[in-house]
């Protein structure tokens, strides 16, 4: 493990395939990968974003 | 044990006074909950009720047992990801000591009474400034350090506490002295403020400093990186852009104009996304790890463990308080004990759980010494899961089942004693969870005494590493310490507060005192409160009256047939604070006023259970003079303002309760039953006498029930067999059973009976035929038939000529010649059960004392005139007025309360423009014949020389102007 700056270069953990990023706050010890979001959530994003916009004009007043 | 950055003796005494916290305040919630099923406990003592305690258990855990811990570890947290000591670490210990000031005072000042009226934001000034202080100078403690940090990235953690420090120091100052001292910030206004500000409560405090903690010890205690950056970004600021605006969602239905509401409940929604993004990634993190930590031992294994149950409760409450706000789930739940289901899962449940985590990773490294019992710590978790399991699911389902009753029509009361079972239950629940903590307790000290020394530095450690991966780079602008400071921290909230808060606040129609008339559908201006109302207003803000009865009547579930019409706006402009509360665990008051006399008031504050068997309201003795004689006792000022106070709810949209259509005196169907259905209905109607009735007119039904003391006019007294109101022809007569029906659902205004219309038709019925069993007279004598009531004849000014003179040659001399109640015969008349008798006044409004008992309405004055009242020297005139002429008299009559009715309105401020369409509608509201179109013109045409003696110049002994 090697260190410059507070960033590592570390190993992966064993449960990922893909070589990725990690950030290293020394201090703290944490380690934080760089990630992804999956696709399936983008899609509830999408799909919450799309109702709010029917639900705001539908129900913007009583009538 | 030295440590660079952390100064481990500062964050050791706060977790000790943690602990004291974490026990103490859950403690309380226990004690509160006791009293739901078994209202006696601890009972008449002003500090212990549940209006007292209630807050203490609230701000305690949120501002104790959870922040507490949160503050502490700040000690611990920031520096570590700063890599520098925190900013003026010493002040930490005088910070540590006020906080625990602050707590001690504060709940002190919650029992003797101290209280702000606002649900969250209770305590007074002196201790929101100690409070404000404390963060304010924790906040800068934290913002210097991150400043001087050496860390180049500013980690996920940060963010969530910095911006929970700044929202919180924005957020104190919009409750703590906004809400509470604009004096413009009043009703509605007041309502929608302090419904962003409660929320900003749990949701800028405490869900990103619960965030905060787990995104700290997370990867350090299962010892996994975090699993993505990404997510954290996601989260964060959906949260941070959303979360501002949905506090208006605990007013639904309420007042409040309906967009920002609708904004509330797409923001709610909203949530979904940061919730779910952030339990993706502790999921994530958790990924290869979960046999090691869920068979491990240790601090570290059991900080995890905690967090991810407190994860996973995360999902849950905030999945339902989504869901919660959508508007059809918010008519079934909103009130009830759902929403305590979902208080509990969010505070108790994440956050409370989240902080125990964090205080297991970093006890054994501030103390030096391994965690003394991993067999404790299993306790620990495993009674907390099984306690608030039960507490949990118990009050969501609660929730359904007490809504469902009251979307079909239960009366209020049976639903609070279906729930008490429940409440048993809540109850162990939390006897589980409490003893949880306690275990923790005791296994935190025995660790700090008896653990054992661990061996070497322990390390905080990330986990295994094996491949190599790439390095990253410092973080984006979007992460750095001033765009969370600035975009987070500042425009997004104030954004919110502009769109939410003050904008509805610039609508002149949330702040002036003009309502619709609910007879005449015409504009009125509401009057304020007396000074002896405000000082009733006081003291229900101080008896914490308002966190059990709310106080707006929302257009769904049948609650304007329930407790009177719809909440209008106007209505609350003189409100400051707000009192429309979030729980009903008593029936809302806003429609209250004139619904009992206040006799029945004066003996429901003496002993709610005496009057209503089933209440679980506490006693309230401290509101009676000291007892000086043997007659029963008198409220003293405190309470005679109260009383004044709750008499004034709800009257400011005009006469009501006359038209109200849910006690109109109609019967069901079948009322007169055959023998066999009367027997059957007996026994059921034993129960619901003893339930409802008993309380008044007392075991025998002799009228001298435990109540019977307070009454004035006593209860009636069954035995006898007398009943003022029949519908059958004859000097004291018995009545039909719709005659009884009628009198049971009506009520008897200005007395202390009640309105029943919240019982079903059937158990009316049945307690009908019990109330016949107590008098031989049912058996003895046959029940005449009713008499024929002509149709009404037009209303005209001949009509009401005639009508005159008959009232003042048959009725002045008891009623007076202004039909008031005021004639000469008024100090000799007593009626046959030995009271003095006060002749009706027919010019007050429905509810008032000494007004009429049973309305205005035509064909009531006519069969009342025709039959006499039983029991008083009233006669019976259908012998000697002809049918037309008793018209004429009730016409007569009518038009009395027509002319007050219109000055009332007048002093509400009618234009004389309106004065003949209000005329007409409030005749209308009274006369069959009005309604029908028979109201010659001449009798709405404005002409003074026309109004029945001098009534129209002003409102005599309105009940308003009595008021």
Not at chain 2, 482 to 490: D, E, M, Q, R, Y
């Amino acid at each position: 493990m090697s260190e410059h700056d507070g960033e590592q270069v570390l190993h992966k953990p064993s449960n990922d395939h893909e070589t990725e990023q990690v950030y290293h706050y020394r201090h703290a010890g944490i380690r934080e990968r760089d990630g992804v979001v999956p696709l399936w959530l983008m899609l509830v994003v999408l799909g919450l974003l799309i109702w709010s916009i029917y639900y705001l004009l539908r129900y913007w007043s009583p009538t | 044990m030295q440590d660079e950055l952390v100064n481990r003796p500062l964050v050791k005494a706060w977790i000790w006074w943690s602990l004291v916290w974490l026990t103490v305040f859950p403690i309380v919630g226990v004690v509160v909950s006791i009293k739901f099923h078994n209202p006696e406990f601890l009972d008449g003592l002003p500090w212990l009720t549940f209006g007292r305690l209630r807050p203490v258990h609230v701000n305690g855990v949120i501002f104790g047992s959870f922040s507490t811990v949160f503050l502490g570890l700040l000690y611990y947290i920031v520096p570590r990801l700063c890599g520098v000591r925190m900013y003026k670490e010493a002040w930490g210990w005088w910070l540590l000591h006020a906080w625990n000031a602050f707590l001690i005072l504060g709940s002190l000042s919650l029992l003797m009474g101290y209280n702000m009226g606002l649900e969250a934001g209770e305590f007074e000034w002196p201790l929101n400034i100690l409070r404000f202080a404390v963060l304010g100078a924790i906040t800068l403690q934290v913002l210097v350090t991150v400043f001087r940090r050496v860390e180049t990235r500013f980690y996920v953690a940060m963010w969530y506490a910095t911006a929970a420090l700044i929202w919180t120091i924005m957020n104190l100052i919009l409750g703590n002295v906004l809400l509470p001292y604009t004096e413009d910030l009043t009703g509605v206004n007041s309502a929608a403020m302090h419904g962003l500000y409660i929320h900003y409560i749990v949701g800028l405090w405490i869900t990103p400093a619960g965030l905060a903690l787990i995104y700290y010890f997370l990867p350090l205690s299962a010892k996994n990186a975090l699993y993505s950056h990404k997510l954290s970004l996601l989260g964060f600021w959906s949260l941070a852009f959303f979360y501002p605006f949905v506090g208006t969602h605990h007013y639904l239905y309420s007042p409040i104009p309906h967009w920002t509401q609708t904004i509330s409940i797409v923001t709610s929604m909203l949530l979904i996304i940061p919730v779910w993004t952030v339990i993706v990634n502790f999921f994530g993190t958790m990924l290869g790890r979960w046999g090691a930590v869920a068979g491990g031992g240790g601090g570290d294994n059991y900080a995890a463990k905690f967090l991810m149950l407190g994860a996973v409760y995360y999902l849950l409450g905030c999945f339902q308080g989504s869901v919660e706000a959508l508007r059809r789930l918010q008519e079934l739940t909103h009130f009830n004990d759902f929403v305590i289901a979902h208080s509990h899962l969010t505070v108790f449940g994440t956050f409370v759980v989240w902080a125990v985590g964090a205080a297991y990773y970093v006890w054994p490294r501030v103390t030096g010494r391994r965690l003394w019992s991993d067999r404790l710590a299993s306790w620990h978790l495993w009674l907390t899961i099984a306690g608030f399991t039960v507490m949990a699911a118990g009050l969501t389902a609660q929730g359904f089942v007490q809504g469902s009753m009251l979307e079909f029509g239960a009366n209020f009361v049976d639903t609070v004693k279906e729930m008490k079972p429940w409440w048993v239950a809540r109850t162990l629940g939390g006897v589980a969870m409490d003893a949880a903590l306690l275990l923790m307790f005791i296994n935190f000290y025995k660790t700090a005494q008896a653990g054992s020394p661990v061996e070497r530095e322990i390390f905080e450690a990330a986990g295994p590493v094996e491949t190599p991966v790439q390095v990253v780079a410092k973080g984006s602008w979007i992460e750095s310490p001033s765009t969370v400071f600035l975009a987070a921290g500042f425009a997004f909230f104030f954004l919110a507060v502009g769109i939410q808060g003050i904008t509805p606040w610039l609508m002149a129609e949330t702040r002036t005192p003009i309502v619709e008339d609910v007879v005449t559908k015409l504009p009125i201006r509401v009057a304020d409160y007396t000074p002896q109302e405000l000082q009733g207003r006081q003291v229900y803000i101080r008896e914490g009256c308002w966190y059990c009865h709310s106080q707006y009547v929302r257009p769904v579930t049948g609650e304007s047939f329930r407790w009177g019409p719809v909440s209008q706006a106007g209505e609350y402009a003189y409100d400051r604070p707000h009192l429309f509360s979030t729980r009903r665990i008593g029936p809302d008051l806003t429609r209250v006023g004139l619904k009992y006399g206040d006799d029945w008031h004066i003996a429901h504050h003496w002993s709610p259970q005496e009057v209503v068997p089933d209440s679980i309201m506490p006693a309230f003795p401290w509101l009676f003079e000291p007892a000086k004689n043997s007659g029963p006792p008198r409220l003293n000022e405190e309470g005679q303002a109260l009383v004044a106070y709750l008499q004034k709810l709800g009257t400011g949209i005009g006469d009501w309760r006359e038209g109200f259509a849910s006690t109109q005196k109609v019967a069901g169907l079948g009322l007169d039953a055959s023998p066999q259905a009367q027997e059957d209905l007996l026994e059921f109607g034993r129960e619901i006498y003893a339930r409802r009735c008993i309380g008044c007119h007392g075991v025998q039904g002799d009228g001298n029930g435990p109540s019977a003391r307070f009454m004035d006019p006593r209860p009636r007294d069954f035995t006898k067999g007398v009943f003022k109101f029949r519908s059958t022809p004859g000097k004291d007569s018995l009545p039909t059973d719709v005659d009884l029906f009628s009198t049971i659902t009506h009520g008897l205004w200005g007395t202390a009976m009640p309105s029943w219309q919240e019982i079903s038709d059937h158990e009316r019925r049945a307690v009908v035929q019990y109330i016949k069993t107590f008098s031989d007279r049912w058996r003895k004598e046959h029940v005449e038939r009713p008499i024929v009531i002509p149709p009404e004849p037009p209303i005209t000014t001949a009509s009401l000529d005639k009508g005159k003179g008959l009232f003042l040659a048959n009725c002045m001399i008891c009623h007076g010649s202004g039909g008031q109640g005021d004639g000469p015969m008024v100090p000799v008349l007593t009626d046959i059960w030995g009271q003095p008798l006060k002749p009706a006044n027919f010019t007050l409004r429905a509810g008032a004392a000494g007004g009429v008992k049973l309305g205005h309405d035509s064909e009531h004055l006519f069969r009342t005139i025709a039959t006499g009242v039983g029991g008083t020297p009233m006669p019976v005139f259908n012998e000697q007025l002809k049918p037309e002429e008793i018209w004429d008299i009730v016409h007569y009559v009518q038009s009395l309360r027509v002319a007050a009715h219109e000055a009332e309105l007048v002093a509400a401020g009618l234009k004389d423009a309106d004065r003949e369409q209000a005329r007409t509608r409030i005749w209308a509201g009274l006369s069959a014949a009005a309604r029908r179109g028979d109201l010659a013109k001449e009798v709405v045409q404005h002409r003074p020389h026309r109004e029945p003696g001098s009534l129209t110049a002003q409102a005599p002994d309105s009940a308003v102007n009595r008021r």
